[in-house]
């Protein structure tokens, strides 16, 4: 993110390796100007609720509709 400008961040929540909320925090403070819409298997509200709160943009449930994405983006 520090070498390329991004208009948009599609985060999914369940990348191995990564805790999401840490990373979606670190864009958050590092790239405040850049939106980021949070993708997951699940529908969890509380989780939704935690990004939105954390500064996600969306929160999508896949599979991800694409008049949904479209709408989001």
């Keep these: 993110l520090g070498e390329q400008r991004f208009s948009l961040i599609l985060l999914d929540l369940r990348m191995p390796g990564v805790n999401d909320h ?13 939106p980021v819409i949070m993708i997951t298997g699940g529908s969890d509200l509380d989780t939704a609720i935690r990004c ?3 500064g996600a943009r ?15 983006v």
């Design 52 to 54: 939105m709160k954390l």
């Design 22 to 34: 840490d990373l979606l925090i670190q864009i958050r403070e590092n790239h405040p100007s850049i």
């Design 58 to 72: 969306d929160y999508l449930a896949k599979p991800v509709e694409p008049r949904r994405l479209v709408a989001s």
